[in-house]
């Protein structure tokens, strides 16, 4: 016997209803950005161990950390660095997590990510594409791509317009602070290498980096894209770190030479 028509149409709607559900549920959005995997505290203190967890800086009430002081909107005197590149910009999930400076990330402040100007110091970023500009303050150490010299905060990137194009060509003006009381000439540097998917495949370089540069303090620790490994030289100036990263040849794992301070 037929079934009557009315039912046939209604299991027909459930059917098209969960279909739709399940085509909805499948659909992800894809990042554009870039997230570069922050170093460890400045203190570098214990290396983060397989299976802990990445502490999160919060204020008291468990909110993430006010903004940075709004800065000034035009820089006076003459830059002491000027550079062309590429600008990449970085948000989740670094929001809430604690920079190079100490500090919080906050990704709706006008901060900025460079692997060699001292921290603190003050930047000028022009995008070239639509000449919009905006200052901001190198608060953390990245990006960790060839090419790229700055990675914005989302709102630096918002308003010079490199938060839809994912990436962009850029001149940085830096204003970098004067040196403090514990400074060196030329800064601290060391070597960043990485990253790696697996724990095991970090920790055994750098049991294999103690080996070979016994006079170096190395780590490892975990950033949200993966395991890096840190060579802190002894002699932390700049020439001895590059003597260090130019000879490191390790498949799929760059060396980055990057500032401390």
């Not at 290396?47 to 000034?72: D, I, K, M």
């Amino acid at each position: 016997m037929r079934r009557p028509l009315h039912r046939s149409l209604h299991l027909y709607e459930i059917a098209t209803l969960l279909c739709a559900l399940a085509l909805f549920g499948c659909h992800k959005q894809n990042s554009r950005a870039y997230n570069p995997p922050p170093p460890p505290d400045l203190n570098d203190a214990a290396p983060v161990r397989p299976g802990s967890q990445a502490h999160v800086s919060e204020s008291r009430h468990g909110a993430p950390a006010a903004p940075a002081s709004v800065l000034p909107e035009t820089l006076k005197g003459k830059p002491a660095v000027v550079e062309v590149g590429l600008a990449s910009w970085y948000g989740p999930p670094y929001a809430g997590r604690k920079g190079a400076d100490g500090t919080v990330y906050n990704q709706n402040a006008m901060t900025a990510a460079n692997l060699t100007l001292p921290l603190g110091s003050v930047v000028r970023v022009t995008n070239l594409a639509n000449e919009q500009t905006v200052v901001v303050r190198i608060t953390d150490r990245g990006p960790f791509v060839r090419g790229r010299i700055i990675d914005l905060s989302l709102a630096a990137a918002k308003a010079t317009g490199v938060y839809r194009a994912g990436v962009a060509k850029v001149r940085i003006e830096a204003f970098v602070p004067p040196p403090g009381p514990n400074s060196i000439p030329g800064g601290r540097w060391c070597v960043q290498i990485g990253a790696f998917y697996n724990p095991e495949d970090a920790i055994q370089l750098k049991n294999d980096l103690m080996r070979r540069y016994a006079t170096a303090k190395v780590i490892e620790f975990q950033g949200p894209t993966g395991y890096w490994v840190r060579i802190n030289p002894k002699q932390p100036d700049k020439g001895t770190a590059t003597e260090i990263a130019e000879s490191i040849h390790i498949p799929d794992a760059e060396p980055f030479l990057t500032r401390t301070d």
